[in-house]
C-alpha cells in the first residue's frame, strides 16, 4: 500500500527566506510524485510532478522539488518566500505503473509567510 | 482549455437531508474522480470512473453515497441521508489517462447541521 507523511502540518518563514516542506512516501512499487497548493475556498493547483527522469523537478512559482528514492523522499524548495506563497501544500503519490491514477495525500502543511 | 466545472460551490443542508453534486470534467478526460476533503486533512479518494464504468469504489460509503456518470461525460454525486461527518470539500478531477493530465475543479463546501 502507498502512503505519505508530510512532516509539519504548520511552517512558518519570513518573507524572503528559504521555503523547505517535507514529503516522505512509502511505495512497493515505482511512484509518481506530486506537490498540490491550495488557496483558501479554492480547487487543487499542481506545482510540479516526478514520474520518471531527472530527479530535481523544476515547477510553477519558483518551487521545486527533489526525488530521492534512497531516503524515499520529495521534499518541496523555494529559495525565497513570498506573501503570495502562503497557502496549504499538499504532497500526494500515485501508482507509476499502473493508469489508475488515484493519488493518495499527505494530510497538508500550512505555509505561513510573515512580512 | 476550460477547467474541471463543479456546482453548486457551497450547500448547506441539516443532517438527514439529501444533496448532489455535479460535476463537467474536461473534455475528452476519460477518467473522473470524486475525492472527500474534510477540514484538516488531505483529499481522500471515493469513487474513480472509467468512462461510465466504476474503476475503484472501495472508500465509497455505500450506504449514503451513490454515484453515476452516464455517458461517460458529467457526473453526480449523491449523499442520503447526510451526517454530521459529511462536511467537506467534495472535489472533482478528470484525466486524459490515469495521472496524465490530472485537472482538479474548485470543489463544492458541503456544511451539515
Known amino acids: 500500500a502507498q502512503s505519505v507523511t508530510q512532516l509539519g502540518s504548520h511552517v512558518s518563514v519570513s518573507e524572503g527566506a528559504l521555503v523547505l516542506l517535507r514529503c516522505n512516501y512509502s511505495?512497493?512499487?515505482?511512484?509518481?510524485l506530486f506537490w498540490y497548493v491550495q488557496y483558501p475556498n479554492q480547487g487543487l493547483q499542481l506545482l510540479l510532478k516526478?514520474?520518471?527522469?531527472?530527479?530535481l523537478v523544476k515547477g510553477i512559482n519558483g518551487f521545486e522539488a527533489e526525488f530521492k528514492k534512497s531516503e524515499t523522499s520529495f521534499h518541496l524548495t523555494k529559495p525565497s518566500a513570498h506573501m503570495s506563497d502562503a497557502a496549504e501544500y499538499f504532497c500526494a503519490v500515485t501508482h507509476g505503473s499502473s493508469n489508475t491514477g488515484k493519488l493518495i495525500f499527505g494530510q497538508g502543511t500550512t505555509l505561513q509567510v510573515k512580512p | 482549455e476550460a477547467g474541471v466545472a463543479q456546482s453548486p460551490r457551497y450547500k448547506i443542508i441539516e443532517k438527514r437531508q439529501s444533496v448532489a453534486f455535479w460535476c463537467n470534467p474536461i473534455?475528452?478526460?476519460?477518467?473522473l474522480y470524486w475525492y472527500q476533503q474534510i477540514l484538516g486533512q488531505g483529499p481522500k479518494l471515493l469513487i474513480q470512473?472509467?468512462?461510465?464504468?466504476?474503476?475503484?469504489d472501495s472508500q465509497l460509503p455505500k450506504d449514503r453515497f451513490s454515484a453515476e456518470r452516464l455517458k461517460g461525460v458529467d457526473s453526480t454525486l449523491k449523499i442520503q441521508p447526510a451526517k454530521l461527518e459529511d462536511s467537506a470539500v467534495y472535489l472533482c478531477?478528470?484525466?486524459?489517462?490515469?495521472?496524465?493530465?490530472?485537472?482538479f475543479g474548485s470543489g463544492t463546501r458541503l456544511t451539515v447541521v
Open positions: 511505495s512497493s512499487v515505482p511512484p509518481y
Open positions: 478531477a478528470s484525466s486524459f489517462q490515469g495521472p496524465n493530465g490530472y485537472t
Open positions: 473534455s475528452g478526460h476519460a477518467t
Open positions: 470512473f472509467q468512462n461510465n464504468g466504476v474503476v475503484d
Open positions: 516526478y514520474t520518471t527522469g531527472a530527479t
